[in-house]
Every structure is written in structure tokens, then in C-alpha cells.
């Protein structure tokens, strides 16, 4: 299997804007799923199929996926957007879920 | 209300085995696609295994050959059986719905329950 590489860690003062990747060669070609969690709680999906978000995630939570690298965006970023974000594909030649490393997003 | 409630986490002893379950209510487990996830302590996380609304499954390599999926369709459960466990395989463990309304994105997760495989 493959991995998807993130950023350890993401620093950003309240209301602006925090950028996480998530790389891999040719991502550009798959679907890309991401996923909040904070402390002690389990994921949650913010943003499914590169750009689309699931009912009730705020529209600041945005996607894009082209070439070699993912982002998910967060705009006017609040203290509750602290947390790990996660990305994941789905290897359709396998048919295996792979999820990225991992991004602690700290709010300043 | 859709939820997913796991259970059948503890203790158990390297080469040991626990099957865990997943109970679901608001929806239908078997028209699903339907996942298990796990997290090692202060770790990301890591898929399991799937199992497709026709039923095929599919397994990472890490637990291939010794956890198995699978569903009861009456009970409206999941489960996850395994065997000859590692210290390796201590987390907790997920399960989730992936679902087709989001190109199958996981939309549905349990609260999780933790696995400690140790002596």
C-alpha cells in the first residue's frame, strides 16, 4: 500500500485561513475524504469526494484535489476548528481505505 | 436517529481472541458498505477491513488472515472477529458507515472501543 503524506502540525490565528495537505503521486486521480477529530471523540467527515461537504459542516471547511496534492482549507478559523484532520482514498485496485498521516491544527 | 454502538473491547493476553460488535440503529447494516477503523494510543488512524452491502470483504494487510468481518443481518450488527491478537493490534477500534450518499465517505462512526492486547 501507499501513503498519503501530511504536515504534522498547522499553526493559524483565529479568523484567518489554514491550509492542510495531503500528498501522494497522482492523487489528482482518486476521491478525497476528510475527517475532523478532536480530543477523545471519534472522526467526523468534513469534507467527501475532493470538494463536497456533508450536511451541517460549515461552508468554511473547503477541498481541492489536483495532481499531486489535496488541501483541505479552513477560512476564518475559529478555536473549535483545533483538532487532528485526517485525509484518506480509496484504492479501487485493491479495494482498500488508506488514510493520511495525520494534521494537528493548533489555533493561536 | 442514526447511530453506531460498539462493544465486546477489553484484555486480552498476545495470541488471544475478542469479537467485537457494532450495533446499528436508524439505518440498515446490510445495505451498506460498512467499515472498521482503529487508532493506536496517541497515533493515526488506520483502516481495518470492509464489508460491501453484496457482501465481499476486504482486509488491510496488517490483520489479513487473522480478523475476520462480517454481519448479522437480523440483529442489524456488525462484528469483528480476532484472533491470534498482537500488542500491536491495541486501539481502539471504529466502526463506521461508508456511505454511498457521499461517494462513500464515512459518515457514521461508533464512540469506539478500546482493545489492549497485553500480558
Known amino acids: 500500500s501507499y501513503v498519503l503524506t501530511q504536515p504534522p502540525s498547522v499553526s493559524v490565528a483565529p479568523g484567518k485561513t489554514a491550509r492542510i495537505t495531503c500528498g501522494k503521486n497522482?492523487?489528482?486521480?482518486?476521491?478525497v475524504y476528510w475527517y475532523q477529530q478532536k480530543p477523545g471523540q471519534a472522526p467526523v467527515l468534513v469534507i467527501y469526494?475532493?470538494?463536497d461537504r456533508p450536511s451541517g459542516i460549515p461552508e468554511r471547511f473547503s477541498g481541492s484535489n489536483s495532481g499531486n496534492t489535496a488541501t483541505l482549507t479552513i477560512s476564518r478559523v475559529e478555536a473549535g476548528d483545533e483538532a487532528d484532520y485526517y485525509c484518506?482514498?480509496?484504492?479501487?485496485?485493491?479495494?482498500?481505505?488508506?488514510f493520511g498521516t495525520g494534521t494537528k491544527v493548533t489555533v493561536l | 436517529e442514526v447511530q453506531l454502538v460498539e462493544s465486546g473491547g477489553g484484555l486480552v493476553q498476545p495470541g488471544g481472541s475478542l469479537r467485537l460488535s457494532c450495533a446499528a440503529s436508524?439505518?440498515?447494516?446490510?445495505?451498506?458498505?460498512m467499515t472498521w477503523v482503529r487508532q493506536a494510543p496517541g497515533k493515526g488512524l488506520e483502516w481495518v477491513s470492509v464489508?460491501?452491502?453484496?457482501?465481499?470483504?476486504y482486509y488491510a494487510d496488517s490483520v489479513k488472515g487473522r480478523f475476520t468481518i462480517s454481519r448479522d443481518n437480523s440483529k442489524n450488527t456488525l462484528y469483528l472477529q480476532m484472533n491470534s491478537l498482537r500488542a500491536e493490534d491495541t486501539a481502539v477500534y471504529y466502526c463506521?458507515?461508508?456511505?454511498?450518499?457521499?461517494?462513500?465517505?464515512?459518515?457514521?462512526w461508533g464512540q469506539g472501543t478500546t482493545v489492549t492486547v497485553s500480558s
Open positions: 497522482n492523487i489528482g486521480s482518486k476521491g
Open positions: 463506521a458507515r461508508a456511505n454511498l450518499d457521499y461517494h462513500y465517505g464515512m459518515d457514521v
Open positions: 484518506q482514498v480509496w484504492d479501487s485496485s485493491s479495494h482498500h481505505y488508506v
Open positions: 469526494y475532493d470538494s
Open positions: 464489508i460491501y452491502s453484496g457482501g465481499s470483504t
Open positions: 436508524g439505518f440498515t447494516v446490510s445495505s451498506n458498505y
